[in-house]
């Protein structure tokens, strides 16, 4: 089908020569066909160029861009939205896929709901794992208008389920500071601005790879460090709500990190191990005689009575 406006789709990628024919395919084959595709080579060192001119040369609306030294997703995102020349953009990871008809879909509900920003929902594929995102209850606060106050409760836009006017991700970008969550702050600081709508539709299949950085934790912890002391436009309870699950993420990552940690050392150093595994717990034994003492409890109780006297003064 026929259409004025532009859409233009970046792809970013680094060494993902054999993934990316699948993904750029599954752009030029959409229903909706005026469009181009801007892929950005984060100084990839694999064949990617030759990939990519491949397919160029049998159609003109892709176009490739490269540079030397690697920078980052959010470098090469930044990077292609000075190239592009669409109304709207959107975005195609090297190793995912759209359905056939998703930019179709996703215009004509932005333009019915005259909206700036339409997203959708995704299938994502972890080894033997399958989730649809948004899930149930995420799509029930969407649809009672509570889209801010969920995303507050964890990320359930993908920058490839977005579809966006490009006057306004040319004004906010991407900060290239944030080595994990990128997409995450984006919608931070866009959502209170930004008119959106929701096409209640998978239309995008998501392949999480072995090395993809979603898996990793350093980055992860990172990343929320920089988040946790970013402004965002928020009311005081949202940011509440995005600071507790910022928290929770962070202590559920950083245990997960050190007890594998200290699962390492204890096979490599089991006997030093477990002498201090000995030791902390004759210290908590000795620790609990002194709590479940008459004279402990007696004193406890003591210090609560005075508290509460000092209040109701």
Known sequence: MKYNDKISV?????????????????????????????????GSTDNTKDVVNKISKCDSRVKYYSYKNNKGACYAR???????????????????????DKLETQYNNLI????????????????????????????????NNMIVEELCNGNYISLSTMLIKASIIKKYKFDESIPRFQDYDFFLRIVSEVNMSFTNKILLNVYISKDSITKSNDKLLDAICIIMNKEYKLTSKQINLLKRYLFNTYKQISDNKY????????????????????????YKNELNNIYNSKGYRIL????KFKSIFRKKQ
């Open 78 to 100: 930044n990077y292609a939205l000075k190239k592009i020349t669409g109304k709207y953009v959107t975005f195609q990871d090297s190793d995912d896929e759209y359905i056939y």
């Open 112 to 143: 019915k709901k005259k909206t700036d920003m339409d997203f959708c929902m995704l299938k994502r594929y972890n080894n033997n794992e399958i989730a649809i995102i948004p899930n149930k209850k995420q799509i029930n606060s969407i649809n």
């Open 10 to 42: 970046i792809i970013p990628t680094y060494n993902r020569a054999k993934e990316l024919v699948k993904s750029i395919n599954s752009v030029l084959k959409q229903t909706y066909d005026n469009i181009e595709i801007i892929v950005v080579d984060d």
């Open 259 to 282: 007890f594998s940690i200290i699962n390492e050392l204890n096979n490599k150093y089991k006997n030093d191990i477990n002498c201090l595994i000995q030791e902390k717990n004759d």
């Open 300 to 303: 406890n109780k003591f210090y």
